[in-house]
């Protein structure tokens, strides 16, 4: 039995399939946002939430989870949140700290604790292990919090079926790679492979025009590799 259908349709019906697989995955629905830690104030954070027909903006208090600078959220591919993160500490659904969740990128600083870290962190789903979370983070070292480069890139895991379902941090703070890398804003990326399932991770290094790539599989990751290409990354670059 055959279908034969005009090129025009075919293409259409190719495009509605692949826009019902991206609507399926909903994993950065909830953006958590906002910066009070005083818990008198009500409220004392927000949320967008995107998973609806239209955006919707719900109140909610963190406590001390401050969120200004550093931040970073996942949800399942339904849409509900599943954890996030200010860069110092990683928070679960129910906004308090995850199971072994605090001390992120090694961070002793109370000014940090408060105003979340100033650096960038990605989180990615297990490419074959939907109960798994990969969170890649720069840690600006000792006496760095505020500098203009970072020195370390970090890897941590979260495993959502511990504690109840609301997860357990796994692997924390482990180094994958130690350089000065770029500086301030969005300059961690990912990229998905071409096979559909893993992860490109790439992230620039300080004042050069070499990239260091990482790549995410089922089991491990492999990499560092690096690669120069294009012009110089100077300071001016740090929103990336």
Known sequence: YKIIMPMNKLLFFLLILYTTFCNAQKYDNIWPMGYAYDTTINPCNFYLDF?????????????????????SAISDTAG????????????????????????????SDPFVEYQGYPAELL????????????????????????????LHLNYSQIDMNLNNGLGAVTTKNRP????????????????????GTDWWVLIPEWRSNAYYRFLLTEDTILGPYRQEVGPAFHWIDYNG
């Open 51 to 71: 998973t609806h027909d239209s955006m919707e903006i719900h109140p909610f208090c963190l406590g001390a989870n401050f969120i200004e600078v550093g931040n």
């Open 80 to 107: 509900n949140l599943l954890f996030y993160s200010n860069g110092t500490k990683i928070i679960d659904s129910s906004h308090n700290l995850m199971l072994n969740g605090g001390n992120l990128n090694n961070n």
């Open 123 to 150: 989180i990615l789903p297990s490419p074959i292990n939907s109960s798994k979370y990969h969170i890649f983070h720069i840690e600006r070292g000792t006496g760095g919090v505020l500098s203009g480069y970072a």
């Open 176 to 195: 994958i790679l130690n350089d000065t890398l770029g500086g301030w804003g969005s300059l961690l990326e990912a990229a998905k492979h071409a096979n």
